[in-house]
């Protein structure tokens, strides 16, 4: 079972999640800060990203009613302001009422972005 969902990452997204958790880091919202960065551009916050993969568990796979009860990620790249990515969850394991997961989130040009496994409960 593999699921894919490809989503936009504008700078309203980012603003927005910055403001919801506090995270006003520079890099993530100041065109003029991320400039003088390794980066070059603004980057989106990696909780942001690996966020999304909750709306994929509960809408998607294995569907409403899904507790996320474990999640662990490898961010390998950034994510730019304004790239789209496309997030892919992969059934690896099903035991019972648990799902064990593969999740990546690569951005259009096929690059990995982040790497992950979850353990999803769903009754």
């Known amino acids: 079972m593999e699921v894919k969902k490809k989503i936009k990452i504008s700078q309203k997204i980012v603003t ?3 403001e919801l958790v506090g995270d006003t880091n520079p890099i993530h ?3 003029d800060y991320a400039k003088t960065t390794k ?3 603004c980057i989106a916050h990696g909780p942001l990203l690996t966020s999304f993969l909750g709306k994929l568990f509960a ?3 294995p569907g409403p009613g899904s507790i996320l009860v474990e999640q662990n990620n490898k961010f390998i790249k950034p994510c730019y302001v304004g790239d789209n990515v496309i997030m892919t969850l992969q059934l690896e394991n099903k035991e019972g009422n ?4 593969n999740t990546y989130v690569h951005n259009d ?3 990995l ?3 992950g496994k979850s353990v999803i409960y769903k009754k």
């Open 113 to 115: 972005l982040i790497k």
């Open 59 to 61: 809408q998607e796979y």
């Open 16 to 18: 927005d999640f910055s």
């Open 39 to 41: 980066f070059k551009k």
């Open 29 to 31: 919202i100041n065109e």
């Open 98 to 101: 648990f799902y064990y997961l």
């Open 109 to 111: 040009k096929d690059v």
